[in-house]
């Protein structure tokens, strides 16, 4: 059972704009930013959105973040098939003095 | 940045490992580091973290008194001692650098199997 709370699954068409949910507690989410990261069957993870609605260098702008108190969302627009992946949210945890991820999203790309 | 995992490998209930994570790219004393596991098809869980000067170290309670978290900024390595393994603790370990309030850089991970 993960801290925070993510769908097991999403999907769309190439094109279409598809969003992942992440839902959490005041401990976290609530008081600190969130971070996601994009995970590739068999690969590491990497990081995709930083402080809520950050993107690092390289990463493109059809992925964006935003968070409204204790939960956040991923937008992902313009979905292409190499955006297949499981994605994950995490933020820090004040009351675990830790990391809290969600239990991850596979996005389909129909 | 690269960050190098190794150490990993098949080990009986009961017993011992130690992961190491080679560092290189970067003032490795600067900076928090991190291990984070994956247990087969399952998905990320945070193990624990080290400050750059180890002055602060904390661990997940499905690790705290088995694991324990080190480095050597002289050899700019990180390192996770991990005892009393478990079978649940089968998983890829990634060692992971901290940037501020994020996980910026991962390793390729190092696979642990605890089984008898």
């Known amino acids: 059972q993960s801290v925070l709370t993510q769908p097991p699954s999403a999907s769309g068409t190439p094109g279409q704009r598809v969003t992942i949910s992440c839902s959490g507690s005041?401990?976290?989410?609530?008081?600190?930013?969130v971070n996601w990261y994009q995970q590739v069957p068999g690969t590491a993870p990497k990081l995709l959105i930083y402080s809520n609605n950050q993107r690092p260098s390289g990463v493109p702008d059809r992925f964006s973040g935003s968070k409204s108190g204790t939960s956040a969302s991923l937008a992902i627009s313009g979905l292409q098939s190499e955006d297949e992946a499981d994605y994950y949210c995490?933020?820090?945890?004040?009351?675990?003095?830790?990391?809290?991820f969600g239990g991850g999203t596979k996005l389909t790309v129909l | 940045v690269q960050l190098v995992e190794s150490g990993g490998g098949l080990v009986k209930p009961g017993g011992s490992l130690r992961l190491s994570c080679a560092a290189s790219?970067?003032?490795?004393?600067?900076?928090?580091m991190n291990w984070v596991r994956q247990a087969p098809g399952k998905g990320l869980e945070w193990v624990s973290s080290i400050s750059g000067s180890s002055s602060y170290i904390y661990y997940a309670d499905s690790v705290k008194g088995r694991f324990t978290i080190s480095r050597d900024n002289a050899k700019n390595s990180l390192y996770l001692q991990m005892n009393s393994l478990r079978a649940e603790d089968t998983a890829v370990y990634y060692c992971a650098r901290g940037s501020s309030s994020w996980l910026e850089y991962w390793g390729q991970g190092t696979l642990v199997t605890v089984s008898s």
């Open positions: 995490a933020a820090w945890d004040d009351s675990r003095s830790g990391w809290v």
């Open positions: 790219g970067f003032t490795f004393s600067s900076y928090t």
């Open positions: 005041s401990s976290n989410i609530g008081s600190n930013t």
